[in-house]
């Protein structure tokens, strides 16, 4: 086998590294922000494309956001992430409230 079980593990992390340092360059929000319960979340970041959360917050974020809705194409785990794409309903709903807010 070309590949040993240390080398994935160490791609793996490189991947989510890399995944962390482009979230940490969008919008930090509160759940609020999106138009949904603030229990949803208090760290959330925004882009035109989509909303990501850490593994962590998912579970909230389905429970009082309604995303456990979501389609399985529209949500994608990477490392220590879950990132939602605006092709969802629900995240594209969400992402138009936050960006009515800013205009404000």
Known sequence: MPYEIGMIEDMVEQ????FTEVVHKMDKVSADKLGLDIRAGHSL???DDGIAVTHDTDRTLQYYGGFEYIDE???TVIGDWVFYSRNSERVADCLDCYQETEIE
């Open 73 to 75: 194409e529209d949500r």
């Open 15 to 18: 991947i989510n590294n890399e």
């Open 45 to 47: 970041w925004v882009c």
